[in-house]
């Protein structure tokens, strides 16, 4: 159970970096009840996932999948850069989260 709650604070994470680009500095309403929402989200289903794993696997995963996942929505919702150099650091970000599941030992 400890790893879907991990899953869901991982993508509430997305969620809450995406409400910041839409919030404006908290000056408009509804993103900045997402980002409120998702951040406390974001939080609390990480609180409940290291209950169960170790707390340094999951931070990372944690901070790994928000990482990632933001990166990899800029692309298609912001147009940043697609180069090599910015495909293959989010593909290490990736393989690095996948590793850590695998010999987390949980």
């Not at 790893?3 to 997305?14: C, S, T, Y």
């Amino acid at each position: 159970m400890g790893w879907l709650f991990l899953m869901a604070a991982g993508i509430a994470e997305i969620f809450f970096a995406l409400s910041l680009k839409y919030n404006e500095g908290f000056t408009k309403l509804i993103p900045s009840i997402v980002t409120a929402i998702t951040g406390a989200g974001s939080f609390g289903f990480l609180m409940m996932a290291i209950k169960t794993l170790p707390l340094g696997t999951a931070y990372a995963i944690w901070t790994g999948v928000g990482a990632a996942g933001i990166a990899i929505a800029g692309i298609f919702l912001f147009n940043e850069s697609i180069d090599m150099y910015r495909l293959s650091s989010i593909s290490l970000i990736i393989v690095g989260v996948i590793g850590l599941k695998i010999f987390s030992g949980a």
